[in-house]
């Protein structure tokens, strides 16, 4: 299935029907007087949360999503019938924003949740409304209110405990498919990930079933900000992550000074994009280690960081419980 997580559609309110001009007319009854009825209310536009979806792949095709409008009153005091809402169903994590002022309408984080984006129309009264002792057969009725018509932003941010973060080729893909059953696409060239994945990792050595959702952000590159490699068009997936995991290839590490260059390309890529991402608890993981010399894992363990500091291979599964255990202790402090 393509992940789409980014639409721009049009959405309309269902219109009030109109209020019923009538009188009453039946034998016997000499001036029934009005019993026109009033109209229906338009449908309201509704967006609903659900887990069983991922992606918003059917608003990239589907463009303009309107509500039923509501019928008109009829004599004898019949209201019209109420317009049906129109329920746009988007994966959890969705936010939805208007187009020209970006103002946030609704965030869509639980299954199940629902939002009323735009209310329908609200039905004209008809004439029996009308009556009064100066005027005891009205001519006239309500109109309905017109729906309501907007133009919106559909963004999908996904739910995840923790980010991975990293350099094409960084080893983001390994990790996660090691570490949980997600299945990325693994190859030694850039930019193989072209989505994000999500993977669910569980903590064999608690017997409480504890997990959490980890996220394989595509690769950043220096310029990414600017529009170089994939962009930043995916961070938005780690705004909602309680913790970031910056991945480093140790197999690109020649000296001590350059141990932290590709953490602070990262840094820099996520403070242009949004600062507050950076008040995130942090985990610097160095990858690989199975690849590289003696001096260089010194050199590792020599670091003086305040971050918590881990080297692991995910090939041959070294420190990897390890660096679950970090990122458990750091999620029950958030």
């Known amino acids: 299935m393509k992940f789409v997580d980014f639409a721009v559609i049009k959405i309309k309110s269902g219109a009030g029907g109109n209020g019923c001009v009538s009188f009453r007319r039946e034998k016997f009854v000499p001036r029934g007087g009005p019993n026109g009825g009033d109209g229906g209310d338009g449908g309201n536009i509704v967006f609903q949360a659900s887990s069983h979806l991922s992606t918003l792949l059917d608003l990239k095709y589907k463009k303009f999503y ?26 959890c994590g969705t936010v939805i924003k208007d187009l020209f002022t970006n103002d946030i309408l609704a965030e869509l984080v639980y299954d199940g949740q629902k939002e009323i984006i735009l209310k329908g129309g609200k039905g004209g009264r008809g004439n029996t409304h009308f009556k009064s002792a100066v005027n005891q057969a009205p001519r006239y009725a309500e109109k309905g209110k017109p729906g309501i018509e907007k133009e919106i932003i559909v963004e999908l941010k996904l739910i995840a405990d923790v980010g991975l973060v990293g350099l094409p080729n960084a080893g983001k893909s390994t990790l996660i498919s090691v570490i949980s059953s997600a299945k990325p696409k693994i190859a030694d060239y850039p930019f193989t990930t072209l989505t994000p994945n999500l993977g669910i990792v569980r903590n064999k050595q608690r017997r409480d ?10 690769g950043l590159i ?9 962009g930043i068009q995916f961070l938005r997936h780690i705004e909602r992550t309680k913790i970031l995991v910056f991945l480093v290839d140790s197999t690109k590490l020649s000296n001590s000074d350059s141990l932290l260059e590709d953490y602070y390309i990262l840094e820099n890529e996520l403070k242009k994009y949004n600062r507050m991402l950076l008040s995130k608890p942090q985990i610097l993981c160095f990858t690989k280690i199975d690849a590289i010399s003696e001096e260089t894992r010194l050199n ?11 080297m692991i291979s995910s090939i041959t599964g070294e420190n ?10 750091e999620l029950r402090r958030c």
């Open 66 to 91: 309107n509500a039923q409008r509501g019928m008109h009153g009829q004599g004898g005091d019949k209201k019209g019938k109420n317009g049906k809402d129109k329920v746009v169903t988007v994966p």
């Open 320 to 329: 990897l419980s390890k660096l679950i255990n970090i990122i458990f202790k």
């Open 222 to 230: 220096e310029g990414a900000s600017k529009g170089k490699g994939l």
């Open 300 to 310: 590792i363990k020599r670091l003086r960081t305040k971050k918590n500091k881990v």
């Open 209 to 218: 079933f504890s997990s959490f959702v980890v996220a394989d952000i595509p």
